[in-house]
């Protein structure tokens, strides 16, 4: 049969869309495009936003229309916490929740035999245990992959639905990751990017209790450590980076110790959702705005040209304008390389949907167009600082753009150079030289 899949959401949607690819290909099946006509529809779903949900069914039924026999399967997150909602649509044949990915293939195969209407869902309560999907070998990038460590969490912030889609927090056999990597490097890739629902929280459950090595044991090493020095042990030209870390689990002192990891790509995406305290207490977001400054100041004190980016809602229940103005003194204060502005969504379930003070669509509306405006002043001038410090940066090119080869520095700067084709999945010197585009121009050395 033809498949064709969808994903959208996070990168652990993107990691486990890549893994089931492997596995229906590995059945002797064709992957296709999802402009193609196919025989089944994978739509891998979020539900992290209203727009999310209805993104996702805009998608279902597009792909009905594009070829109303094909089988359309619908799993992740939105198909977790709103089974009945999608069963209920006329297009929707399989229902498959997060803890069920795994076993697509077999619903998939049992449909099309059948040709009867399945639902499979798992309770939060029932999703204690890392599901094993195998270990990938390819990816749709050519230099990129992404490894997911870790799944679950249970951090419960007032506005999310995701520890209710995504269960108890479970984490992946250290083994596994590094033989997926090992598998990687082999294959040619040479960015690993670690992933996971909450990848802080790695080896933090009950019940963790892989053996470590004398030097780890030595070095006290624990947690996401574990991964980054085995990894890191690996032969081979990579690098490592992470794809967030959340300062509802870490402080400055945890981010201290990730710096001895050489090959650590200089970035974090460091969620901050809100710059006021009171506001931070609402979301149960666990930290202050002065604790997270502390990580700042330990990230920029080892690197100046430290990328970080990060995510802010606005609107938040109570939000008042001092509360948005101060999101907007820590965007100034902290010159994020990347801001990603969110308008609160409430979404039934979460805490934060019962709260009094909800706000209004107009000056949501409002906040966010000033919130990104703030974020692309503090990007510019991140840009312009690392102009005029003459950094020199290490850059994976990865393709072509208007005849100059484009790629990721290791501090996650977009960046623009002369140079031939034969330098595409390789690692090269770059002097930054002024913005340019969505990122900058460089100018690369040889030798």
């Known amino acids: 049969m033809k498949i064709a899949f969808h994903t959208l959401g996070c990168k652990v949607n993107q ?97 099309c035999a059948e040709h009867q209407a399945q639902l499979h869902i798992r309770s939060r309560e029932d999703l204690t245990e890392y599901s094993d999907r195998g270990i990938i070998t390819s990816m749709e990038s050519r230099t990129r992959a992404y490894i997911k460590i870790q799944e679950g969490c249970n951090r419960f912030c007032a506005y999310c639905l995701i520890p209710f889609a995504r269960g108890q927090v479970r984490s992946r056999d250290p083994e596994e990751i590094v033989e997926e990597a090992r598998a990687l490097i082999a294959a040619g890739f040479k960015e690993l990017i670690l992933t996971g629902i909450n990848t802080a929280l790695y080896g933090t459950e009950d019940g963790f209790d892989w053996p470590l090595t004398e030097e780890e044991e030595a070095a006290g090493v624990s947690g996401i450590e574990i991964i980054l020095g085995r990894i890191s042990r690996l032969p081979g030209d990579f690098r490592i980076r992470l794809s967030s870390l959340e300062p509802t689990v870490v402080n400055a002192g945890y981010v201290k110790r990730l710096l ?13 959702q809100s710059g006021s305290d009171r506001i931070l207490k609402a979301m149960n977001r666990r930290y202050s705005r002065q604790e997270y400054l502390e990580i700042v100041r330990v ?52 805490a934060a949907a019962a709260m009094t003070g909800q706000v209004g669509g107009e000056v949501k509306n409002r906040r ?36 100059l080869l484009t790629g990721y520095s290791e501090n996650y700067i977009k960046v623009y150079a002369s140079g031939g084709e034969d330098r595409l999945n390789r690692f090269q010197k770059v002097r930054l030289l002024e913005e340019y585009k969505d990122g900058m121009k460089g100018e690369i050395i040889d030798g």
């Open 15 to 111: 990691y486990e869309t890549e893994a089931m690819k492997e596995q229906f290909a590995a059945a002797g099946h064709e992957i296709v495009g999802e402009e193609d006509l196919a025989d089944v529809y994978i739509i891998n779903t979020c539900t992290v936003t209203n727009l999310a949900d209805r993104k996702s069914r805009q998608y279902i039924r597009r792909m009905k229309k594009q070829c109303p026999q094909a089988v359309v399967a619908v799993t992740g997150c939105y198909a977790q916490v709103k089974p009945e909602e999608l069963s209920a649509m006329e297009e929707v044949d399989i229902v498959a929740g997060t803890g069920e990915k795994s076993n697509l293939l077999t619903y998939v195969e049992q449909f």
């Open 260 to 272: 001895q990891y050489e090959r650590l790509c200089p970035h974090l995406h460091l969620s901050m």
């Open 299 to 350: 990230l920029k004190a080892y690197d100046p040209g430290y990328g970080i980016t990060t995510d802010i809602i606005v609107g938040f229940p109570g939000e008042t304008e001092e509360d948005f103005q101060d999101s907007l003194d820590m965007i100034r204060t902290v010159e994020f390389c990347k801001v990603h502005g969110f308008r609160y969504s409430r979404r039934p379930g979460t």
């Open 368 to 403: 966010i167009q000033k919130l990104l405006e703030e974020g692309e002043k503090a990007e510019k001038n991140y840009f312009a600082k690392c102009a005029a410090r003459k950094e020199v940066r290490t850059v994976l090119f990865e393709e072509t753009d208007g005849g």
